[in-house]
């Protein structure tokens, strides 16, 4: 199989030469900057399979260098790397598009099983035949494989989280799904600061279908959501 291309950014030296010697013994190529800028430099120039940024860069925070990536590739999975400890650190990370955050210090075996999990959500050869077909929710076409919904003429390009999540009330209409189930199979754990996030991709979901006014994602307190298509 071909080696998976990440971008590492990171300006504390020490701790970039471990990790990186780490990530390579695991049979990773690793692409390292020491600033924001740069990385993005060479983001605009290569191709990449995941990023992990810290998000303390000079010349470039990594907030503003995610900002950046996503407007170029919404699909790349993305890991923060932060000592902050401030739940809006988190909760800014997780809301411009990174996938998941380690909180330093952190080991090795943490972050090659996040990288490990978002790879693998990301190939898109391991979608089933029954994942390319395309959905119909209300009025609207839903083609996960292509990660896109139409309606009639309009296309709305998603992210793959957005589809993973779309996919899965897709597969639940007019049922409730618990929030703890919702985060355990779209980012892989159950905790707060994801909790927010799946607000603010719930928030997504009701602006895409907002036109097919028979397409309610109803919030069920202290539960879940439900999504329900009434019939006409």
Request: proline share 2%; aromatic share 10%; with cysteine.
């Amino acid at each position: 199989m071909k080696k998976a291309r990440i971008l590492y950014v990171e300006d504390d030296i020490h701790l970039s030469y471990v990790t990186k010697d780490n990530l390579e013994i695991q049979g990773y190529e690793i692409i390292f900057c020491e600033d924001g800028q740069s990385a993005f430099e060479v983001f605009k120039k290569e191709t990449f399979d995941l990023c992990i940024l810290d998000v303390m860069l000079p010349n470039m925070d990594g907030f503003t260098l995610a900002k950046k990536i996503r407007e170029k590739d919404q699909e790349i999975p993305i890991i923060f790397l932060t000592a902050k400890s401030m739940k809006e650190d988190k909760i800014t990370g997780l809301k411009i598009g990174a996938d998941d955050y380690i909180i330093k210090p952190f080991s090795i075996e943490e972050l090659i099983l996040k990288i490990e999990i978002f790879l693998k959500r990301s190939r898109k050869t391991e979608y089933t035949e029954q994942e390319k077909e395309i959905l119909k929710i209300g009025l609207y076409e839903f083609d996960y494989s292509n990660l896109s919904l139409k309606l009639n003429n309009q296309t709305e390009r998603l992210t793959q989280k957005e589809a993973d999540l779309l996919k899965l009330f897709a597969g639940h209409i007019n049922s409730v799904l618990k929030r703890d189930e919702i985060l355990k199979k779209i980012w892989g754990k159950d905790d707060y600061f994801l909790g927010r996030s799946l607000d603010v991709f719930i928030s997504r979901l009701r602006k895409y279908l907002k036109d097919d006014p028979s397409i309610n994602i109803e919030n069920i307190h202290g539960v879940g959501f439900n999504m329900q298509i009434k019939s006409t």
